[in-house]
């Protein structure tokens, strides 16, 4: 049957909404699910992803999609496995057809009231990253442009599982940037403080504050911090001046 237009308008919207915001990869795929189930009325949709080789579940809507997608993820058999392995749709139009090529998928699946499914895969370029599972409590003849919107939202989702990716790895360069840049603050108060208690100037202050870092197998920040907020003292007495003095 024809998928709901506006329902898949709505998702894609909400998609493109989503993308400049700071989200991660449990929001992308739940904001997945939620939108194939809407746009293909379905009784549930699962996801699973690529893991050394295999497919495992990561997320699903209720705890009768989650006990089929974890028996897909433990046989490593079903519409979804077909789809990640071949990187075609694997519409199953009566699971219980299947049942001597997948008996304990299938056995699962009518144990929870589900008769079809579909698999749809998840690409990166020339790579398959995982799949998304679409089922029905009905036997169902998938249609094609039914399936043709799940690839769509599926690419999607792909899409916005690498940029996830891509915005955690900009968060932690941030946060490495901000702890060099907090370290180096830290550390010029620090010499500062050293240079005007000693009278000397500030890079014989940072030679000091260096030696004594190395002498007591200390983090140059750390020592930094306690003369800073601890009231730590250095003059030439506490460093050993004899000792090499590496960069």
């Known amino acids: 049957m024809p998928y709901d237009s506006e329902a898949f308008l709505r998702a894609l919207s909400r998609f493109v909404r989503?993308?400049?915001?700071d989200y991660d990869m449990a929001t992308a795929l739940d904001e997945l699910v939620d939108a194939v189930?809407?746009?293909l009325e379905l009784a549930g949709a699962g996801v699973s992803l690529e893991s050394a080789g295999s497919l495992r579940f990561v997320t699903a809507p209720n705890p009768a999609i989650a006990a089929i997608e974890q028996c897909q993820e433990?046989?490593?058999?079903?519409?979804?496995?077909?789809?990640f392995r071949s990187g075609r749709p694997a519409p199953i139009t009566d699971l219980a057809e299947r049942v001597p090529q997948w008996p304990e998928y299938t056995a699962v699946a009518a144990r929870h009231g589900l008769r079809a499914a579909a698999g749809i895969p998840m690409r990166l370029g020339e790579n398959s990253i995982g799949a998304v599972n679409l089922y029905d409590s009905k036997v169902r003849a998938w249609h094609r442009t039914e399936l043709?919107?799940?690839?769509?939202?599926a690419d999607m989702?792909?899409?916005y599982l690498v940029n996830a990716d891509k915005l955690t790895q900009l968060h932690q360069l941030s946060a490495q940037l901000q702890h060099?840049?907090?370290?180096?603050v830290v550390i010029e108060q620090a010499k500062g403080m050293i240079a005007t208690r000693n009278d000397i100037p500030l890079d014989e202050?940072?030679?000091l504050i260096r030696r004594y870092a190395r002498t007591n197998q200390l983090h140059l920040r750390a020592v930094a911090h306690a003369i800073?907020?601890?009231g730590l003292r250095i003059s030439q007495e506490d460093t050993c001046p004899g000792a090499p003095d590496r960069p």
């Open 18 to 21: 989503l993308l400049p915001t």
């Open 37 to 39: 189930m809407n746009v």
């Open 74 to 83: 433990t046989t490593q058999q079903g519409p979804c496995v077909a789809a």
């Open 148 to 153: 043709e919107a799940a690839c769509v939202l």
């Open 157 to 159: 989702a792909t899409g």
């Open 180 to 184: 060099a840049l907090d370290s180096r």
């Open 205 to 207: 202050a940072f030679q």
């Open 228 to 230: 800073v907020e601890g």
